[in-house]
């Protein structure tokens, strides 16, 4: 679940998703209802008006993602869930860098069972070795126990630590990515949705937060 600590490594994909939020902030994709396929799916690959090629993970806005998603009073219950967890995460000092959301949640099934996500973060105080590392992980225990996240709040959850080698990282973040957006029904896999450095205080208190 947890990578080994390099300092080096980590603050190099920490800096590299931190640059691409300028230059993404003005370019997210706008999905709604006619973005999906025949079988209620994201398409792996989507052109736009402009012939461009978008390819999943597709980044969307979190008020994009909710119009699109939350079109019963199930999905939006579970929704909500999520926005309970995220905040969770930040009270005690995890720092989100990037959520994904696959599975069915995010197709146009009425009543999916669970949120199916990947949380790829960092700790939000200086962490400079492995040891301080599990520390941090050991007192939130708790906090990043998969089977109590899934009772509480109907998420599938996965968590990805920046603080380690960035080979490793793209290999684990790739294959969640790969099982996760595979649709059983068709055997032909579907896209999913990233964000990027949410800022959860404001997406809690319901701001205009892109």
Not at 58 to 79: C, D, L, Q, V
Not at 122 to 139: A, Y
Request: glycine letters at 6%.
């Amino acid at each position: 679940m947890f990578l080994l600590f390099s300092q080096a490594s980590g603050s190099a994909i920490t800096k590299l998703m931190d640059e691409s939020i300028e230059s993404k902030i003005n370019s997210y994709l706008h999905i709604n209802k006619s973005t999906f396929d025949e079988r209620g799916c994201l398409p792996q690959v989507l052109p736009n008006f402009l012939a461009i090629q978008k390819v999943s993970p597709y980044t969307i806005s979190w008020p994009n993602f909710k119009e699109t998603f939350t079109f019963n009073p199930h999905r939006s219950g579970m929704a909500t869930n999520l926005e309970k967890f995220l905040e969770t995460l930040t009270d005690n000092g995890i720092e989100i860098k990037r959520l994904y959301i696959g599975g069915s949640y995010v197709s146009l099934k009425p009543e999916p069972q669970d949120i199916d996500i990947l949380v790829c973060w960092k700790p939000n105080q200086k962490v400079t070795n492995n040891k301080q590392l599990s520390e941090f992980i050991d007192k939130r225990a708790t906090i990043f126990d998969q089977s109590l996240i899934e009772s509480k709040f109907q998420i599938q959850a996965h968590f990805q630590c920046l603080l380690g080698a960035t080979d490793t990282t793209i290999h684990m973040v790739g294959k969640w990515i790969f099982i996760n957006s595979y649709h059983r029904e068709s055997g032909i896999h579907r896209g999913i949705v990233c964000f990027e450095n949410l800022d959860v205080t404001k997406l809690i208190k319901g701001e205009n937060y892109v």
